[in-house]
């Protein structure tokens, strides 16, 4: 499967912004999705995943803030991200895995898009 991810911008701290990550290839409904964020000089991090029957899992930093979710009809998922702040700036990208676990570890995952830049000003 490919991944694309899209959406990334300049914004300031309090907009939205909603990330989107399109897949081709096999059906995107039997993957486990995920975003990671690298910031500057940061290793990278989970952010969010959901899973195949639609669970969803979330970073500290970002609960309540953030939303996943997926279309599987448009092998599209997203992620919803209200209330930005400074420290949200980095790269998004996102991940996938077919299988009916979730993860947090980047290396777990099989499949990666090409990552999309969100920088939050204060």
């Known amino acids: 499967v490919q991944l694309q991810a899209f959406g990334g911008g300049l914004v300031q701290a309090g907009d939205f912004l909603r990330l989107s990550c399109a897949a081709s290839?096999?059906?995107?409904?039997?993957?486990?999705v995920a975003w990671f964020r690298q910031g500057p000089g940061k290793e990278r991090e989970f952010v969010a995943a959901?899973?195949?029957?639609?669970?969803?899992y979330y970073a500290d930093s970002v609960k309540g803030r953030f939303i996943i979710s997926r279309d599987n009809a448009k092998n599209t998922v997203f992620l919803q991200m209200n209330s930005l702040k400074p420290e949200d700036t980095a790269v998004y990208y996102c991940?996938?895995?077919?299988?009916?676990?979730?993860?947090?570890?980047?290396?777990?995952?099989?499949?990666w898009g090409q990552g999309t830049l969100v920088t939050v000003s204060s």
């Open positions: 991940a996938a895995k077919d299988t009916l676990e979730v993860r947090r570890t980047p290396s777990w995952y099989d499949y």
């Open positions: 290839g096999r059906t995107f409904n039997i993957y486990t």
């Open positions: 959901i899973s195949r029957s639609g669970n969803t």
